[in-house]
């Protein structure tokens, strides 16, 4: 700790004179440097004040890759700082330029990230519109595993907040989406998760009938066959009671 923090006292007079001398590119190693120094630190509040100086040098240049760069490590320190706001900033910032450059696979990932930024700031309706985005573009790319991931956290949210309706649809997409991509783990989990929701909605019947699917890939796959039989017994009793 304390030859880091020497370390950074060093960095910044460094940075000092370069400011001093207009050097740009010493600027931007001593930022760099600072930077780097911080993260291992995990003084994440000054890492991101070297990497926003740092990111402002590589946009005044023109240099679009390490703003790129810079932006990647920005969200990494505002994740972690659970900056949500400036979290959002940058990783919009990071979609426009993966787009630039057709990256497809960054750009649904990305927006996936966002929408879970935008769930723990309690905006479920900004969430919902990313996470329908991210869907959308991972689909049209046949990105089967990103397209199962968005719908996975979009019935999630609508799960934590009741709409049991909303949270079967999802789910009856994902089903599709794992059958196209032929996806037997992740389709038995779909069944799982919707078998939940229809108890949770006490419509027992479809609740059985999913949970009965489910347990048929269980046990072609050899995994969680206990987990369904035991929901189906319960189902059974729920049933047996009404």
């Not at 930077?35 to 402002?56: F, H, I, K, P, V």
């Not at 991972?138 to 609508?158: K, S, V």
């Not at 699917?213 to 729920?238: C, D, K, S």
Request: proline content about 1%; glycine content about 6%.
């Amino acid at each position: 700790m304390g030859a880091r923090s020497a370390a950074l006292e060093v960095y910044e007079a460094v940075l000092e004179w370069a400011r001093s001398q207009g050097d740009e590119a010493q600027q931007e190693e001593a930022w760099q440097r600072l930077g780097e120094t911080a993260l291992q630190d995990l003084n994440y509040e000054a890492a991101a004040s070297a990497y926003e100086a740092l990111r402002e040098l590589a946009r005044q240049r023109g240099d679009r890759e390490q703003e790129g760069v810079y932006l990647r490590e920005l969200a990494y320190i505002y994740d972690r700082l659970q900056a949500y706001d400036q979290a959002i900033e940058v990783k919009q910032e990071l979609i426009a330029y993966y787009r630039g450059l057709n990256n497809i696979a960054r750009v649904t990932a990305l927006k996936i990230a966002v929408g879970q930024d935008w769930d723990n700031l309690q905006r479920p309706n900004e969430a919902i519109a990313q996470y329908q985005q991210a869907y959308r573009l991972a689909w049209e790319a046949l990105q089967f595993y990103r397209a199962q991931e968005a719908l996975t956290a979009l019935a999630q949210l609508y799960e934590r907040y009741d709409d049991w309706e909303a949270a079967l649809e999802v789910y009856q997409a994902q089903v599709e989406t794992h059958e196209i991509a032929r996806n037997h783990y992740g389709l038995m989990m779909t069944y799982g998760r919707m078998g939940q929701v229809q108890q949770q909605q006490r419509n027992y019947p479809a609740a059985l009938n999913s949970f009965r699917r489910g347990l048929q890939l269980a046990q072609q796959l050899g995994n969680r066959e206990a987990y369904f039989q035991r929901h189906i017994e319960t189902v059974n009793r729920a049933l047996a009671g009404d």
